[in-house]
C-alpha cells in the first residue's frame, strides 16, 4: 500500500521541531538559541523551518503557549481529584511548586524584557499571562460562589493570590539555594495556610 505524503509527515514534522527547540531554550534561554541550532537539531532544512515558523519569536511563543496549556490540562486532571475548594487551593499552590524551576519561565521573562514588541507579540504575552492565572481565578471564583472566600474584587483577589504563588517561586530560587523541593513546597503550602487563616492574630 502507497503511504500519501503530505499533512503527516508536516505535522511530524512540526512536532520534531518543536520538540527540539524546547529542548534548546530550556538548557540555553531564548537568546542564545540560534535558527541554526533548530535546523541541526530537528534535522530540517531552513525552508522547512520558515515553513512552519517564519521567525524565532513565533517559535518560541509557540513553544512556551504549548508549555503553558500541558501545566493547565495536567492542573485540570489533577483537580478532578480532589474535593473542597481549600484543598484544591493546597493542591494548586504544589502544582506551582513543581513548576516553580521551569526553565521556559525565566526564558520568557527573557524574551519578555529583550526589547518592545509588536502589537500581536504583546497581546499573546498577555494571554499567557492570563492563561496562567485561569486556573487561580477559576478556583477563587468557585470559593466566593460557594461562600467559602469572602466576596471581593475577583480580579483583584487573582493578582494578590498569584503574585504570592509565582513571587515564592522567585525568592526561593535566589535566596534558597540550599533547600530541597520538599522545603520549596512546605513554603507554598504555608503560604496558602496563612491566606485562608489570616495572618492578624485579633
Known amino acids: 500500500m502507497f503511504r500519501i505524503r503530505g499533512r503527516s ?6 512536532k520534531r521541531i518543536v520538540l527540539k527547540a524546547t529542548q ?13 541550532e533548530v535546523c541541526a537539531a530537528s ?20 513553544v512556551v503557549e504549548e508549555d503553558t496549556a500541558q501545566w493547565l490540562q495536567a492542573w485540570e486532571d489533577k483537580k478532578k481529584e480532589i474535593v473542597g475548594v481549600q484543598e484544591r487551593l493546597y493542591a494548586l499552590a504544589e502544582h506551582y511548586a513543581n513548576d516553580f524551576q521551569n526553565p521556559l519561565i525565566r526564558a520568557l521573562e527573557e524574551f519578555s524584557r529583550s526589547r518592545a514588541h509588536p502589537e500581536d507579540v504583546t497581546k499573546r504575552l498577555v494571554l499567557l499571562y492570563e492563561a496562567a492565572s485561569h486556573a487561580c481565578r477559576e478556583l477563587l471564583k468557585e470559593g466566593m460562589d460557594t461562600g467559602n472566600f469572602i466576596k471581593g474584587d ?16 522567585r525568592v526561593s530560587e535566589y535566596s534558597m539555594h540550599e533547600k530541597t523541593s520538599d522545603d520549596i513546597k512546605k513554603y507554598y503550602r504555608e503560604s496558602v495556610r496563612l491566606l485562608l487563616r489570616g495572618i492578624y492574630t485579633v
Open 9 to 14: 509527515d508536516g505535522e511530524e514534522t512540526k
Open 24 to 36: 534548546l531554550f530550556v538548557q540555553k534561554g531564548y537568546a542564545a538559541v540560534t535558527m541554526n
Open 43 to 62: 534535522n530540517v532544512s531552513k525552508g522547512s523551518l520558515y515553513h512552519h515558523f517564519p521567525s524565532k519569536d513565533e517559535l518560541f511563543l509557540y
Open 154 to 169: 475577583l480580579e483583584d483577589y487573582v493578582i494578590i493570590v498569584n503574585g504570592m504563588l509565582e513571587g515564592i517561586g
